[in-house]
T-cell receptor, first 113, second 114 residues
Framework: LAKTTQPISMDSYEGQEVNITCSHNNIATNDYITWYQQFPSQGPRFIIQGYKTKVTNEVASLFIPADRKSSTLSLPRVSLSDTAVYYCLVGSRSTSGTYKYIFGTGTRLKVLA | DAGVIQSPRHEVTEMGQEVTLRCKPISGHNSLFWYRQTMMRGLELLIYFNNNVPIDDSGMPEDRFSAKMPNASFSTLKIQPSEPRDSAVYFC????????????FGPGTRLLVL
């Protein structure tokens, strides 16, 4: 099963681009990588999902190298409201056929003025 | 679109009491997940259902925990008897499937067991 590892925390300034990397060395062929954002006292919220290469939506980009053992969430021009915890998730199908959803410890991003 | 609804939002109880947490998934979603979040252990998947059937309960900590999904619009997570170490935020999430589909989380229930 793919276990994810992320930096515990990061600081950035408003207007900068932030890149958060997640490692998932044991990712399987059919596993997707999903990133969630969590604000205090709220449930996690979907940001972006990808399988390989690059995915972009209105809030972020996700870069996945060819070996898929890591992924990088890129937040362009962050603002104070982007201060949150960011989780990388890999849903892995176990040998029994069920899915295991393992959230990493998350990266606490603090955006400074 | 109401999103995932959880109740109660906060629960304070005494050790030994029974606690029941409730969840209403998004209409049309056929997978439902129960998570627990603590500072020490982060977000842990306890159990998930697909089409009202429990698929994987390997994350349920022990026999004191049980979960049911009697129909597509309602699920409960019960702790009996509760212990102080059960104090955590419990999240319910739903999705259109149990594989790689996006999970939509509820606001959570903050449980404190004294």
């Amino acid at each position: 099963l793919a276990k994810t590892t992320q930096p515990i925390s990061m600081d950035s300034y408003e207007g900068q681009e932030v890149n958060i990397t997640c490692s998932h060395n044991n990712i399987a062929t059919n596993d997707y990588i999903t990133w969630y954002q969590q604000f205090p006292s709220q449930g996690p919220r979907f940001i972006i999902q990808g399988y390989k290469t690059k995915v972009t939506n209105e809030v972020a980009s996700l870069f996945i190298p060819a070996d898929r053992k890591s992924s990088t969430l890129s937040l362009p021009r962050v603002s104070l409201s982007d201060t949150a915890v960011y989780y990388c998730l890999v849903g892995s199908r176990s040998t029994s056929g069920t899915y295991k959803y393992i959230f990493g410890t998350g990266t606490r991003l603090k955006v400074l003025a | 679109d109401a999103g995932v609804i959880q109740s109660p939002r906060h629960e304070v109880t005494e050790m030994g009491q029974e606690v029941t947490l409730r969840c209403k998934p998004i209409s049309g979603h056929n997978s439902l997940f129960w998570y627990r979040q603590t500072m020490m252990r982060g977000l842990e998947l306890l159990i998930y259902f697909n089409n009202n059937v429990p698929i994987d309960d390997s994350g349920m900590p022990e026999d004191r925990f049980s979960a049911k999904m009697p129909n597509a619009s309602f699920s409960t997570l019960k702790i009996q008897p509760s212990e102080p170490r059960d104090s955590a935020v419990y999240f319910c999430a739903s999705s259109t499937g149990d594989s790689q589909e996006t999970q939509y989380f509820g606001p959570g229930t903050r449980l404190l067991v004294l």
